[in-house]
């Protein structure tokens, strides 16, 4: 069973950058489906954005070409790196883990989840 743990989280202001970290242990991750979803106040949890085995990548649409998701496999570890950060971005952020998936986007397809962590961006 692999379990994961966010962290990088904090409070910056529009337009800067964070590097999101997300170390996995118990297992490695190199043949999981990693998944990075975000959690607004009061709104549903949705999809960021996620990384194959292959290498692929997808992203919704409104963090395409802000935020990148990149994987160490020495490390065990995914990164999410957020760019041009925006207030809208404010949510709790988290990764997460499945070897069966369908597209990736939907959080029921992901059987492991980190804890968070929280960003927030001030205008």
């Known amino acids: 069973q692999v379990q994961l743990a966010e962290s990088g989280g904090g409070l910056v202001q529009a337009g800067d950058s964070l590097r999101l970290s997300c170390a996995a242990s118990?297992?490695?991750?190199?043949?999981?489906?990693m998944g990075w979803f975000r959690q607004a106040p009061g709104k549903e949890r949705e999809f960021v954005g996620n990384?194959?085995?292959?290498?692929?990548?997808y992203y919704t649409d409104s963090v395409k070409g802000r935020f990148t998701i990149s994987r160490d496999n020495a490390k065990n570890t995914v990164y999410l790196q957020m760019n041009s950060l925006k207030p809208e971005d404010t949510a709790i952020y988290y990764c997460a883990a499945s070897r069966r998936v369908v597209d990736g986007i939907r959080p029921l397809e992901y059987e492991t989840w980190g804890q968070g962590t929280q960003v927030t961006v001030s205008s």
């Open positions: 990384r194959w085995s292959s290498g692929n990548t």
């Open positions: 118990g297992r490695t991750i190199s043949n999981y489906v």
